[in-house]
């Protein structure tokens, strides 16, 4: 396995962690102080789920090099799924916690932060999975032109079909 690889694969480990620790504390009730402070900002928690979230479909991405599978013929971007999965169960989980409230604005801006983050990763991820199987890592060159051709969806394994078209 790559040193970039292991690296992107700590980086969401360590992002998970971190949102994982914020949503025990908040169930907990245990960062009133800091919920209080991020409410008082205007549309301030749906920007915290946009950016927190998204930024854990980012990572995650990166770690699995933007992998899609296709189901029905639609391709499903493996890492944001899993997000996903785990974001709705737990904010569906919040209707049986006390100091917490399910919110649909919540889920929409997780939604989008994963789209969009999410997107981006996948895309990086997979330029630089492209770039690796090429051995041009680190070029500048590579990381540019290593994505998919005009009218190719961005999700998928494009780095496998990049290398198949350099052969």
């Known amino acids: 396995m790559h040193t970039e690889r292991r690296g992107a694969i700590a980086l969401a480990a360590i992002v998970s962690l971190a949102l994982a620790t914020l949503v025990v504390?908040?169930?907990?009730?245990?960062?009133?102080?800091?919920?209080?402070?991020?409410h008082g900002v205007p549309l301030g928690d749906k920007l915290g789920h946009l950016v927190l979230i998204g930024l854990l479909a980012l990572v995650v991405e990166l770690a699995t090099g933007?992998?899609?599978?296709?189901i029905a013929?639609?391709?499903?971007?493996?890492?944001?799924?899993?997000v996903l999965a785990l974001v709705v169960l737990e904010e569906i989980s919040q209707r049986w916690v006390p100091t917490r409230s399910f919110d649909c604005g919540d889920l929409a801006a997780d939604v989008i932060g994963i789209a969009v983050l999410g997107t981006l990763g996948a895309r990086l991820g997979a330029q630089r999975e492209c770039s690796l199987a090429r051995?041009?890592?680190?070029s500048v060159r590579s990381t540019w032109t290593a994505g998919p051709r005009a009218g190719e969806p961005i999700v998928g394994d494009v780095a496998q079909r990049a290398v198949k078209r350099s052969t």
Do not use: E
């Open 25 to 38: 504390l908040a169930d907990a009730d245990r960062i009133t102080p800091l919920l209080v402070f991020v």
């Open 66 to 70: 933007g992998r899609s599978v296709s």
């Open 73 to 82: 013929r639609v391709p499903i971007r493996i890492g944001s799924a899993v």
């Open 135 to 138: 051995g041009t890592h680190g």
